[in-house]
């Protein structure tokens, strides 16, 4: 037998089975709703890949058809009229050169656009980091002075603790004298406590 509670006066397995008989409808509009959405996504992923490839065929085909006259004219030229092929090797000579220079020339200003780029992120990033230490410095300066202060009073205290042990040892006062003298309080104090009468 469950215990009732006080306000709903229903059992824990009562309360929690009445939870599942109510939750179970909005669980299953759930996975349905979820599975609904899920086979939509699938559909629409589907039809524009679809789509997609679809006008990729196309336009690979409208490429190959627009450009299939112009090869075959070119092939043409180049197989049947040597001087057409003279023609590209003398431009291909002669451009060798120029062309390798410009390709420098590419090279290079490539290589100084970003090594400027590069500067001024060094530049930048160093103002960044300046901005920082201003902020840093201040506080690693306090904190630092803050230490020194801490270590200054456990100094001077290290330092009185040592002195007060010399001054003890000086008037002979020693630890062990100290733990006797204890000694002889407790048991003193004892010897007057069980000798004292009770009343």
């Not at 197989?79 to 590209?88: A, E, G, H, L």
Request: aromatic letters at 12%; charged letters at 15%; glycine letters at 6%.
């Amino acid at each position: 037998m469950s215990l009732k509670g006080p306000i709903l006066h229903h059992s824990a397995d009562e309360i929690e089975r009445m939870t599942e008989q109510k939750l179970e409808p909005v669980a299953e509009t759930i996975r349905e709703k979820s599975m609904r959405i899920s086979e939509a996504i699938g559909h629409i992923r589907s039809r524009v890949y679809g789509k997609v490839l679809s006008l990729y065929t196309q336009a690979f085909h409208f490429i190959q058809v627009a450009t299939e006259p112009i090869y075959h004219t070119i092939k043409s030229f180049w197989v049947n009229f040597p001087p057409f092929r003279w023609f590209i090797y003398i431009i291909l000579s002669l451009n060798a050169i120029p062309l390798t220079i410009f390709a420098g020339w590419v090279l290079l200003t490539v290589a100084f656009v970003l090594s400027l780029a590069g500067v001024g992120i060094v530049v930048s990033q160093g103002l960044f980091t300046i901005v920082g230490l201003i902020v840093f410095l201040p506080v690693v300066a306090i904190l630092v002075l803050v230490a020194f202060v801490c270590v200054t009073f456990m100094t001077l205290a290290w330092f009185g603790f040592k002195i007060s042990g010399s001054v003890q040892n000086a008037i002979g006062i020693t630890s062990q004298e100290l733990a006797v003298d204890l000694k002889g309080i407790t048991k003193g104090m004892k010897d007057v406590v069980i000798k004292r009468p009770t009343t």
